[in-house]
Protein backbone atom coordinates (compact mmCIF):
# COMPACT_ATOMS: atom_id res chain seq x y z
CA UNK A 1 0.00 0.00 0.00
CA UNK A 2 1.15 3.13 -0.56
CA UNK A 3 2.20 5.81 1.63
CA UNK A 4 0.84 9.04 2.30
CA UNK A 5 4.84 10.33 3.10
CA UNK A 6 5.19 9.74 -0.83
CA UNK A 7 4.81 12.89 -2.83
CA UNK A 8 3.97 11.27 -6.32
CA UNK A 9 0.92 9.51 -5.38
CA UNK A 10 -2.49 10.29 -7.48
CA UNK A 11 -6.12 11.34 -6.78
CA UNK A 12 -7.03 7.48 -6.79
CA UNK A 13 -3.89 6.68 -4.74
CA UNK A 14 -5.27 9.11 -2.35
CA UNK A 15 -8.62 7.32 -2.11
CA UNK A 16 -7.03 4.13 -1.95
CA UNK A 17 -5.21 5.22 1.18
CA UNK A 18 -7.80 6.54 2.86
CA UNK A 19 -9.94 3.50 2.09
CA UNK A 20 -7.57 1.71 3.70
CA UNK A 21 -7.05 3.73 6.88
CA UNK A 22 -11.40 3.53 7.76
CA UNK A 23 -11.24 -0.26 6.74
CA UNK A 24 -8.44 -0.85 9.81
CA UNK A 25 -9.90 2.12 11.65
CA UNK A 26 -13.80 0.13 11.13
CA UNK A 27 -11.79 -2.83 12.25
CA UNK A 28 -10.45 -2.01 15.32
CA UNK A 29 -13.98 -0.39 16.98
CA UNK A 30 -15.45 -3.27 16.15
CA UNK A 31 -12.80 -5.31 17.82
CA UNK A 32 -13.09 -2.53 20.64
CA UNK A 33 -17.21 -3.34 20.90
CA UNK A 34 -16.59 -7.12 20.65
CA UNK A 35 -13.88 -6.75 24.05
CA UNK A 36 -16.50 -4.61 25.73
CA UNK A 37 -19.20 -6.58 25.21
CA UNK A 38 -17.92 -9.20 27.21
CA UNK A 39 -17.42 -6.59 30.09
CA UNK A 40 -20.95 -5.33 29.17
CA UNK A 41 -22.59 -6.00 32.72
CA UNK A 42 -20.12 -4.34 35.05
CA UNK A 43 -19.99 -1.47 32.02
CA UNK A 44 -23.81 -1.02 32.82
CA UNK A 45 -23.07 -1.40 36.82
CA UNK A 46 -21.09 1.42 36.58
CA UNK A 47 -22.95 3.44 34.70
CA UNK A 48 -26.30 2.90 37.16
CA UNK A 49 -23.79 3.51 39.67
CA UNK A 50 -25.25 7.31 39.86
CA UNK A 51 -28.65 6.40 40.45
CA UNK A 52 -28.34 4.09 43.22
CA UNK A 53 -27.24 7.09 45.35
CA UNK A 54 -30.31 9.36 44.61
CA UNK A 55 -32.31 6.45 44.80
CA UNK A 56 -34.04 6.49 40.79
CA UNK A 57 -35.62 3.31 39.38
CA UNK A 58 -34.85 2.35 35.83
CA UNK A 59 -37.28 0.63 33.21
CA UNK A 60 -37.38 -1.10 30.26
CA UNK A 61 -39.81 -0.42 28.15
CA UNK A 62 -39.49 -2.29 24.86
CA UNK A 63 -38.80 -5.96 24.82
CA UNK A 64 -35.83 -5.71 22.50
CA UNK A 65 -34.74 -2.54 25.12
CA UNK A 66 -31.68 -4.33 27.09
CA UNK A 67 -30.59 -5.86 23.58
CA UNK A 68 -30.18 -2.77 21.83
CA UNK A 69 -28.59 -1.29 25.13
CA UNK A 70 -25.81 -3.87 25.80
CA UNK A 71 -24.90 -3.51 22.18
CA UNK A 72 -25.06 0.27 22.12
CA UNK A 73 -22.68 0.24 25.25
CA UNK A 74 -20.75 -2.84 23.06
CA UNK A 75 -20.21 0.05 20.47
CA UNK A 76 -19.49 3.32 22.22
CA UNK A 77 -16.64 1.02 24.27
CA UNK A 78 -15.41 0.13 21.01
CA UNK A 79 -14.72 3.89 19.73
CA UNK A 80 -13.37 4.53 23.26
CA UNK A 81 -11.03 1.72 23.09
CA UNK A 82 -10.29 2.42 19.49
CA UNK A 83 -9.39 5.78 19.94
CA UNK A 84 -5.38 4.81 19.89
CA UNK A 85 -5.65 3.31 16.43
CA UNK A 86 -8.22 6.17 15.31
CA UNK A 87 -5.67 8.65 16.37
CA UNK A 88 -3.10 7.20 14.67
CA UNK A 89 -4.96 6.42 11.67
CA UNK A 90 -6.39 9.90 10.84
CA UNK A 91 -2.26 11.36 12.07
CA UNK A 92 -0.83 9.09 9.15
CA UNK A 93 -3.57 10.26 6.64
CA UNK A 94 -3.89 14.14 7.35
CA UNK A 95 -0.01 14.62 7.68
CA UNK A 96 1.58 13.87 4.38
CA UNK A 97 4.92 13.71 4.12
CA UNK A 98 6.37 13.70 7.75
CA UNK A 99 9.39 15.38 8.75
CA UNK A 100 12.34 13.27 10.23
CA UNK A 101 12.27 14.90 13.45
CA UNK A 102 8.12 14.66 13.63
CA UNK A 103 7.79 11.14 13.75
CA UNK A 104 8.64 10.78 17.58
CA UNK A 105 5.79 12.86 18.06
CA UNK A 106 3.45 10.07 16.57
CA UNK A 107 3.03 7.92 19.46
CA UNK A 108 3.34 10.30 22.39
CA UNK A 109 -0.01 12.30 20.79
CA UNK A 110 -1.44 9.33 20.69
CA UNK A 111 -1.12 8.22 24.39
CA UNK A 112 -1.96 12.10 24.72
CA UNK A 113 -4.82 11.78 23.07
CA UNK A 114 -6.31 8.04 25.36
CA UNK A 115 -5.42 10.25 28.15
CA UNK A 116 -7.48 13.27 27.20
CA UNK A 117 -10.20 11.47 26.54
CA UNK A 118 -10.18 9.33 29.38
CA UNK A 119 -9.85 12.78 31.52
CA UNK A 120 -12.84 13.95 30.01
CA UNK A 121 -14.64 11.07 30.43
CA UNK A 122 -13.92 10.81 34.03
CA UNK A 123 -14.46 14.34 34.59
CA UNK A 124 -18.45 14.10 33.39
CA UNK A 125 -18.95 10.89 35.46
CA UNK A 126 -17.71 12.17 38.82
CA UNK A 127 -18.26 15.62 38.81
CA UNK A 128 -21.41 16.98 35.87
CA UNK A 129 -23.09 13.42 35.57
CA UNK A 130 -23.72 13.50 39.70
CA UNK A 131 -24.50 17.21 39.80
CA UNK A 132 -26.88 16.84 36.59
CA UNK A 133 -28.86 14.00 38.09
CA UNK A 134 -29.20 15.96 41.18
CA UNK A 135 -30.31 19.23 39.69
CA UNK A 136 -32.90 17.16 37.22
CA UNK A 137 -34.06 15.11 40.26
CA UNK A 138 -35.00 17.97 42.54
CA UNK A 139 -37.19 19.22 40.34
CA UNK A 140 -40.11 16.73 41.36
CA UNK A 141 -43.92 17.56 41.87
CA UNK A 142 -45.93 16.15 44.57
CA UNK A 143 -46.55 12.13 44.62
CA UNK A 144 -44.81 11.96 41.36
CA UNK A 145 -42.02 9.57 41.17
CA UNK A 146 -38.89 9.53 38.95
CA UNK A 147 -38.93 6.36 36.84
CA UNK A 148 -36.33 7.02 34.27
CA UNK A 149 -36.52 4.75 30.65
CA UNK A 150 -33.20 3.08 30.80
CA UNK A 151 -32.88 4.19 27.11
CA UNK A 152 -33.17 7.46 27.54
CA UNK A 153 -30.72 7.26 31.01
CA UNK A 154 -27.69 6.00 28.98
CA UNK A 155 -28.53 7.87 26.07
CA UNK A 156 -28.15 10.79 28.48
CA UNK A 157 -24.99 9.19 29.89
CA UNK A 158 -23.30 8.45 26.68
CA UNK A 159 -24.09 12.20 25.33
CA UNK A 160 -22.41 13.45 28.68
CA UNK A 161 -19.90 11.29 28.62
CA UNK A 162 -18.40 10.98 25.10
CA UNK A 163 -19.40 15.01 24.40
CA UNK A 164 -17.17 15.81 27.59
CA UNK A 165 -14.03 13.17 26.18
CA UNK A 166 -14.10 14.94 22.72
CA UNK A 167 -14.12 18.42 24.25
CA UNK A 168 -11.28 17.29 26.07
CA UNK A 169 -9.65 16.44 22.85
CA UNK A 170 -9.15 20.14 22.06
CA UNK A 171 -5.09 20.47 23.14
CA UNK A 172 -4.36 17.29 19.97
CA UNK A 173 -6.70 19.10 17.97
CA UNK A 174 -5.03 22.04 18.33
CA UNK A 175 -1.46 20.41 17.87
CA UNK A 176 -2.54 18.55 14.74
CA UNK A 177 -4.15 22.02 13.19
CA UNK A 178 -1.22 23.78 13.79
CA UNK A 179 1.23 20.98 12.63
CA UNK A 180 -0.64 21.89 9.07
CA UNK A 181 -0.37 25.77 9.86
CA UNK A 182 -4.04 26.32 10.17
CA UNK A 183 -3.86 27.40 13.81
CA UNK A 184 -1.18 29.54 15.22
CA UNK A 185 -0.86 31.16 18.80
CA UNK A 186 -1.39 34.55 17.77
CA UNK A 187 -4.48 33.83 16.36
CA UNK A 188 -5.75 31.94 19.15
CA UNK A 189 -4.57 34.80 21.67
CA UNK A 190 -6.66 37.22 19.11
CA UNK A 191 -9.59 35.76 19.12
CA UNK A 192 -9.54 33.98 22.86
CA UNK A 193 -13.27 36.12 23.71
CA UNK A 194 -14.80 34.84 20.89
CA UNK A 195 -13.56 31.25 21.77
CA UNK A 196 -14.95 31.83 25.63
CA UNK A 197 -18.54 32.62 24.06
CA UNK A 198 -18.17 29.92 22.45
CA UNK A 199 -17.01 27.73 25.33
CA UNK A 200 -19.93 29.03 27.20
CA UNK A 201 -22.06 27.84 24.51
CA UNK A 202 -20.96 24.65 24.57
CA UNK A 203 -21.37 24.12 28.33
CA UNK A 204 -24.71 25.51 28.30
CA UNK A 205 -25.91 22.70 26.05
CA UNK A 206 -24.30 19.70 28.08
CA UNK A 207 -24.94 20.85 31.54
CA UNK A 208 -28.04 21.48 32.92
CA UNK A 209 -29.31 25.17 32.78
CA UNK A 210 -28.17 26.56 36.06
CA UNK A 211 -25.15 28.96 36.85
CA UNK A 212 -23.00 26.33 38.83
CA UNK A 213 -22.98 23.59 36.06
CA UNK A 214 -22.10 25.94 33.95
CA UNK A 215 -19.07 27.29 35.47
CA UNK A 216 -18.03 23.84 36.18
CA UNK A 217 -18.21 22.61 32.64
CA UNK A 218 -17.03 26.30 31.15
CA UNK A 219 -13.92 26.21 34.11
CA UNK A 220 -11.82 23.39 32.86
CA UNK A 221 -12.95 24.20 28.99
CA UNK A 222 -11.22 27.66 29.85
CA UNK A 223 -7.85 26.02 31.31
CA UNK A 224 -8.51 23.77 27.91
CA UNK A 225 -8.12 26.32 26.00
CA UNK A 226 -5.32 28.41 27.32
CA UNK A 227 -3.05 24.89 27.50
CA UNK A 228 -4.00 24.58 23.64
CA UNK A 229 -2.08 28.43 23.40
CA UNK A 230 0.79 26.68 24.21
CA UNK A 231 0.62 23.25 22.62
CA UNK A 232 0.17 25.45 19.60
CA UNK A 233 3.26 27.63 20.19
CA UNK A 234 4.69 24.26 20.97
CA UNK A 235 3.96 22.62 17.53
CA UNK A 236 4.81 25.90 15.32
CA UNK A 237 7.84 26.25 16.92
CA UNK A 238 8.63 22.74 15.94
CA UNK A 239 7.74 23.02 12.66
CA UNK A 240 10.09 26.08 12.54
CA UNK A 241 13.34 24.09 14.31
CA UNK A 242 12.74 21.42 11.98
CA UNK A 243 14.81 20.54 8.68
CA UNK A 244 12.88 20.28 6.14
CA UNK A 245 13.95 16.64 5.17
CA UNK A 246 10.59 13.82 4.41
CA UNK A 247 10.13 10.46 5.96
CA UNK A 248 10.63 7.72 3.52
Partial sequence: MADLGHGNMSFLDHLEELRWRLIKALTSVLIGAIVTYFFIDQVIEILIL???????????????????????????????LAIPVLTYQTWKFIIPGLLVNERKYIFPLIIFTFISFLAG??????????????????IGYGDIQNNFSINYYFSFMTWLLLGTGLIFELPVLTYILSSIGILTPPFMRHYRRHSIVIILILSAMITPPDPISLFLMALPLTILYEVSIGVSWLATKTEEETPNLKTD
Fill in 50 to 80: PTRKLDLDLQVLKVQGMFLIKWGLAFVGGVI
Fill in 121 to 138: VLFAYFVIIPYSLNFFTS
